[in-house]
Nanobody, 127 residues
Framework: QVQLVESGGGLVQAGDSLRLSCVFS????????MGWFRQAPGNQRESVAA????????YIADSVKGRFTISRDNAKNTVYLQMNSLKPEDTAVYYC????????????????????WGQGTQVTVSS
């Protein structure tokens, strides 16, 4: 069974940094499109970043562009979300998601296109 486990969340102050990790348990990680999504209470789940299996195509949401970076290490079956200059509005549960196929630039932004999800990790940014 494929399983995704996120880690790295926590309570930080505005301006701080965090790096989230998502470990993929299973085989053929490199064929999976991976995404990071977040959801705050009362809000829709929104795409933060995503990357195709090779890592050569990425998407970064405008709200975090210039501050967040997605990367993956296929040798470690891990995708990362580096979050810098955190703001209180970044507070949310962050989820790692996977789809076992290529997703294009638009499709990789839509959470409905992902069928595998981690349990989420809480990121709280105080002002």
């Amino acid at each position: 069974q494929v399983q995704l486990v996120e880690s790295g969340g926590g309570l930080v102050q505005a301006g701080d940094s965090l790096r989230l990790s998502c470990v993929f348990s299973g085989r053929t990680f490199s064929m999976y499109t991976m995404g990071w999504f977040r959801q705050a209470p009362g809000n829709q789940r929104e795409s933060v970043a995503a990357t195709i299996g090779s890592g050569t195509l990425t998407y970064i949401a405008d709200s975090v562009k210039g501050r967040f970076t997605i990367s993956r290490d296929n040798a470690k079956n891990t995708v990362y979300l580096q979050m810098n200059s955190l703001k209180p509005e970044d507070t949310a549960v962050y989820y790692c998601a996977a789809k076992g196929q290529y997703l294009g630039p638009t499709a990789m932004r839509d959470p409905l296109n992902f069928n595998l999800w981690g349990q989420g990790t809480q990121v709280t940014v105080s002002s």
